[in-house]
């Protein structure tokens, strides 16, 4: 059975950082594409942050320069540091796994964590 198990989220001041972590079981993050999406109430869920099976990241546009992605194959996790946190950013932050690798789309995701709630406040 597989499971992404979301921890890290919290309340912040903006300016603020935070590491949010996703445990995976079931599954080997390295043989899968996985990344970070995010959903504020009222919008559509949109792509923070990937790793594709290649190993590669990328980010979007809004988050560039102030978040990082990473893997940890060892320990079958994946991390997501954010910095410079800015309202905008508060959101519930969900991990997702794409079976057939390649670029992190919705369409694409095999799965879904539960979601960890990031807030920023201004």
């Known amino acids: 059975q597989v499971q992404l198990v979301e921890s890290g989220g919290g309340s912040v001041q903006a300016g603020g950082s935070l590491r949010l972590s996703c445990a995976a079981s079931?599954?080997?993050?390295?043989?899968?594409?996985i990344g970070w999406f995010r959903q504020a109430p009222g919008n559509e869920r949109e792509l923070v942050a990937c790793v594709p099976a290649d190993g590669s990241t990328n980010y979007a546009d809004s988050v560039k320069a102030r978040f990082t992605i990473s893997r940890d194959n060892a320990k079958n996790t994946l991390y997501l540091h954010m910095n410079s946190l800015k309202p905008d950013d508060t959101a519930m932050y969900y991990c997702a796994a794409l079976e057939y690798g390649g670029a992190c789309t919705y369409a694409g995701v095999t799965y879904w964590g539960q979601g960890t709630q990031v807030t920023v406040a201004s």
């Open positions: 079931g599954l080997p993050v390295r043989l899968y594409s």
